[in-house]
């Protein structure tokens, strides 16, 4: 059997929120564009290739639970190529194993669903909700789904992709009891987020957002936030949410919202600089989908 797949998943900017909600862990990031696509192919012949250490685990737990099993890893081969930094809080790491389950199911003829996927991919490591269609309350670690919420909006998005890098499994183990400290207020900002989401409110789900961001400045701050907040709200964003365990601040705007007003005040003020690299981008229907098959 010789068998090739191309299998596309969209990145992420962060979380609206991400906090200890209703007791426990849970988020809600939105899929945007930007993503990864990745090249997997199954042949007869078997060929030793280097596998970055996630997608290594995801091919190893997707062949276990189709009951394959690892044998057949050498016959697998994955070429990577991704619009998303790592470590930056833009959901790289969710884009690659959720991609790379999938598609090692379909070279198999095994149709997985999003739950599925979603199961594997916390096995690994915490994940982000852009594994499904919607935006949806997420437990990023138990791979559980809370909340189904609403379909993605094309709402437009400019990111500050921020300098340095965090690592997801480091992040969580040491944040832990700070997050205990703010459970009360991140269910109060869930329950108005919820309420926004539901009615299309997007102006009171980005007051919401920027409420869960400024939290998160006293577990992992943001630098230039308030200015960032400032500056998006005077011309006519919704709200700014940020990447809570990774340097992404997301900017989120009708499509009508000129972003240039935004950008060119960003760099008078030297935050463009300080945040490395910005791209604008738009709201996407998340999960990873095969785009193409041989």
Known sequence: MNK???????????ELIQGLI??????ISYPIELGTTIFIEYSDKKKRTELMPKMRKAVIETLNLIGIGERYIDN???RRESQLSLGKGMGSSTADIASTILGVGALFDTKLDNNTIAHIAVSI??????????ITLFDSLKGEIILPLVPVPSLKVIVLEGKGSVDTLDYHSKVGDKLYSYSKEWDNIYSKMEHALKIGDWFKVGESA???ARIQQNILPKPYLDDIIECALNFG???????HSGTAVGIFMDGNVDETYIIDRLNKLGILEVYGRYFVTKMVKGGPRIVESD
């Open 210 to 212: 920027i409420e869960s």
């Open 22 to 27: 209703k007791g426990k862990e849970l988020l």
């Open 237 to 243: 964003a919704y709200g700014v949410n940020i990447a």
């Open 4 to 14: 090739k797949l191309t299998v596309y998943c969209p990145g992420s900017c962060g």
């Open 76 to 78: 697998i081969t994955i």
């Open 125 to 134: 490591e915490p994940t982000d909700s852009i594994v499904f269609e919607d």
